[in-house]
């Protein structure tokens, strides 16, 4: 029986709108060549999600790379405001409680778990959130699924993953976990609603 609804954040519960409309924007302001940020940003983003950087040592080596120690935080404040939250999605997640516990596993760096709650109000709705900078391991590692599932104290075999991307649905598959690869917001909710009557 499932007893535990676990989602990734980003590409499930949040996505992207006008992302290259944003990348080219801060490539402009910061005088960079284009596709410049793209480039840059990844190898910071790992070892920030590995749990390498902290927050202040995330954003002061992007400050750095970019050149943009002065509107460092104006880039801060600016980080994700092209998400937005799937409301169907997260509706359909607040009726499974208290029936089903509910949690979160992202690859994200330390101090996104605030950032998330303060810009879209998504920690309400979850009884754990596992974030991969602040365990030092990231998806598709067990360790963080069976992070997860121990803090909602449910068994892998009694809990459902979701996520966008096959890699880490096929990792929670493996540990015992049902697991759905998230496309559609309609198809997953069925899914769900499937596993969990």
Known sequence: MIRAAIFDIGGVLLHSRNVEATRARWEKRLGLTEGELWRVLPGIVARADSGEL???AFWAEIAEALGAEDVIQELRDD???WDEVDAELVSFIASLRPQILT???SNAYAGAREFADR???LIAHFDTV???GEEGCVKPDERIYRIACER???EPAEAVFVDDLRVNVEAARTLGMQGIQHR???ETIAKL?????
């Open 54 to 56: 902290d927050e202040e």
């Open 79 to 81: 980080a994700w405001w």
């Open 103 to 105: 949690g979160i596993i």
């Open 119 to 121: 810009r879209h109000g």
């Open 130 to 132: 596992v974030i991969s």
């Open 152 to 154: 909602l104290g449910v």
């Open 184 to 186: 559609d917001t309609a």
């Open 193 to 197: 609603a499937e596993l969990l009557r």
